[in-house]
């Protein structure tokens, strides 16, 4: 395929999600084109999403009330991840009431709202959420899930503020990001401890796991496409393309190797039940998308450096 036949694979009608990203996001359609309107309305009519709220209850939650974090990653922090992902926000009236229970909950346990705001960037919640990231960073850059420390697992940190308008930073948290983004690239965003396998795997759902597709993503959506340290990363996402221009899934998460897959082994009740949207070893139109946005905004340097 060329690069044009891929892209009208992803504008197919059978994922308006894909499709409306693709448009605005690789394509740089207007939202506010008649077109790109009504297919932000067709979301959440059919597709990934139409799925995702068939199964919501009528109070906003998935699986159980009394927990949205679990059972992990069918509750509702998983599935709302995942519509945010798909171009759908609190327009929607049904992500509306979700959202507000979900950020409700949530900063009621000391303000960790993660970086899905759904459409809520001038939320005051929001805002305490992004402050509570700044402030809560390992002072060399980076965070851990275990409140010391960092690893590459921290991603997520950075992806919050990659998707949260540069006009509300404050200096904290510029100086947050350049920090956490150092610590990425010093690393080359793969070299930290022993080669882990799974980490040179695509997957979706992300969940809070880490991969070079990922890294990626939050490195040159935070502007840093020009840097050289990424570029072993980059040759490899280049090296995983189809010779039809696709790029495959490789594995559903969780998708573990060493002390957390013995762990799992031994206690098989705790083990995350996964949540799918295409199959393991095809072509994938999540992980398309998300490897052409990278490439665009690398491309785009070279492109601005020669032109």
Not at 221 to 238: I, K, M, T, V
Not at 271 to 277: C, D, N
Request: glycine share 10%; charged share 25%; aromatic share 10%.
């Amino acid at each position: 395929m060329s690069d044009r036949t891929v892209v009208r694979w992803l504008l197919g009608d059978d994922q308006p999600g894909i499709c409306y990203r693709t448009l605005t996001e690789l394509e740089g359609r207007s939202p506010q084109e008649g077109e790109l309107r009504e297919l932000r309305r067709a979301i959440p009519r059919r597709g990934w999403v139409a799925e995702i709220l068939s199964t919501r209850r009528r109070g906003g939650w998935w699986c159980s009330r009394e927990s949205l974090y679990r059972p992990k990653y069918l509750a509702t922090n998983w599935q709302m991840l995942v519509l945010s992902d798909l171009g759908v926000d609190r327009t929607v009236p049904a992500v509306r009431v979700s959202a507000e229970l979900w950020m409700r909950v949530f900063a009621a346990r000391g303000g960790g709202l993660g970086g899905n705001s759904l459409g809520h960037a001038d939320d005051r919640r929001v805002a305490r959420t992004m402050e509570w990231l700044a402030e809560s960073a390992d002072p060399k850059g980076g965070w851990s899930c275990f409140g010391k420390g960092r690893n590459l697992d921290s991603w997520e940190g950075l992806s919050a503020f990659a998707v949260y308008p540069r006009s509300r930073w404050t200096p904290r948290m510029r100086r947050c990001v350049e920090l956490g983004a150092e610590f990425f690239l010093e690393r080359q965003l793969s070299q930290q401890g022993a080669r882990y396998a799974p980490w040179f795997r695509t997957h979706y759902p992300i969940h809070y796991y880490y991969d070079l597709l990922v890294g990626l993503e939050t490195l040159t959506s935070l502007g840093y496409s020009d840097d050289r340290r990424l570029r072993p990363a980059a040759e490899w996402l280049r090296g995983r393309r189809r010779s039809d221009g696709r790029w495959n899934l490789d594995a559903i998460h969780p998708d573990v190797e060493g002390a957390v897959a013995r762990w799992f082994a031994a206690h098989p009740g705790q083990r995350p039940s996964p949540l799918a949207f295409e199959k393991a070893g095809r072509a994938s139109k999540m992980i398309t998308l998300r490897a052409l946005l990278v490439q665009s905004r690398l491309d785009g340097v070279v492109t601005a450096a020669t032109g």
